[in-house]
């Protein structure tokens, strides 16, 4: 797809050092142009994962021309679930308006802030591998998450790991508790370089949902789903990890309390977020507190 070399090069010119290419900016949308009222402070010092929902429902449309091809696309399915808000079948009648292809964005743009400061940043993929008859878990829940890429600077590397993410595309449920516990081995693990005590440890957990893994149907929202994320990121926190989530999409309109309770838990909080902008503003925001 067109979209596909624009995103990655977009996201390279985004977040690398090399001024040499011209400039290409797929991102059409003047909320995804304007500047961002969120500044990080110059002392910020930050060992940081970016998890990034790619369940099913990120395939439906943003409602953004994300691409910047003159036209938005729209949901061509709609299916409501149990859970209100949680469409599982909609999908955006362009395929590079997504959802995943918002947050990619945004969380590239994102990046590109914070490289001038003394950050680390690992990306992390998740969504839940579910069984498409029964619609439950298949296979050990900690194949629900698993890194794009290690800790590290290479902007280069981090560019290939967005769009390897985007060329993947959405599928399955939500496992937040995989997502926690991958970014916790990553941050917290005995083989890690140990950060100095005045640097900071956090998850950035990108969604458009809330969890619906490991435990019971994949498109239903069930207490051991919820207490999972919540056990996760008690765990995450006893190590010093902040954890904040921005939830991007319908969902978002919601402000559900699964979210709050699992940010909460880790010292952080839930940014629930509509537009592009916006999004890529939450991520600054949160990284600019303490």
């Known amino acids: 797809m067109i979209f596909q070399r624009c995103l990655l090069l977009a996201i390279v010119i985004a977040i690398s050092s090399c001024r040499s290419a011209p400039r290409v900016n797929p991102l059409a949308a003047e909320d ?10 110059p002392e910020l010092r930050a060992d940081i994962v970016v998890a990034i929902d790619t369940s099913r429902s990120a395939a439906a449309a943003s409602m953004i021309d994300v691409d910047g091809d003159g036209l938005i696309g729209v949901n061509t399915e709609f299916e409501q679930t149990p859970v209100p808000l949680r469409p ?6 362009d395929a590079d308006d ?18 001038d400061h003394d950050i680390r940043v690992a990306l992390v993929a998740f969504a839940g591998n579910m069984d498409p008859v029964l619609r439950v878990q298949s296979g050990p829940p900690a194949g629900n998450a698993w890194i794009v890429r290690p800790l590290g600077l290479d902007p280069i590397a981090l560019a290939d790991g967005l769009h390897s993410i985007y060329a993947a595309g959405p599928e399955g449920a939500t496992d937040f508790s995989a997502a926690i516990n991958q970014s916790r081995a990553i941050l917290c693990s005995a083989d890690a ?12 957990l990108v969604t458009d949902g809330v969890p619906s893994l490991p435990h019971g149907r994949g498109d239903v929202i069930d207490a051991g789903d919820n207490a999972d994320a919540i056990d996760a990121a008690r765990k995450a926190a006893s190590c010093g990890i902040r954890i904040d989530i921005v939830i ?31 999004l890529r503003s939450a991520l600054l925001q949160a990284l600019s507190e303490p």
């Open 32 to 41: 995804l142009r304007s500047p961002d009222i969120s500044t990080l402070p």
């Open 88 to 93: 599982t079948t909609e999908s955006s009648s």
């Open 98 to 115: 997504t959802i995943l292809a918002a947050e990619l964005a945004s969380v590239a743009q994102m990046l590109d802030a914070v490289r």
């Open 193 to 204: 370089n140990q950060p100095p005590l005045d640097r900071q440890r956090r998850l950035l």
């Open 248 to 278: 991007f999409g319908p969902m978002a309109i919601a402000n559900p309390k699964i979210t709050r309770d699992v940010a909460g838990t880790a010292r952080g909080r839930t940014f629930s977020v509509l537009g592009p902008r916006t």
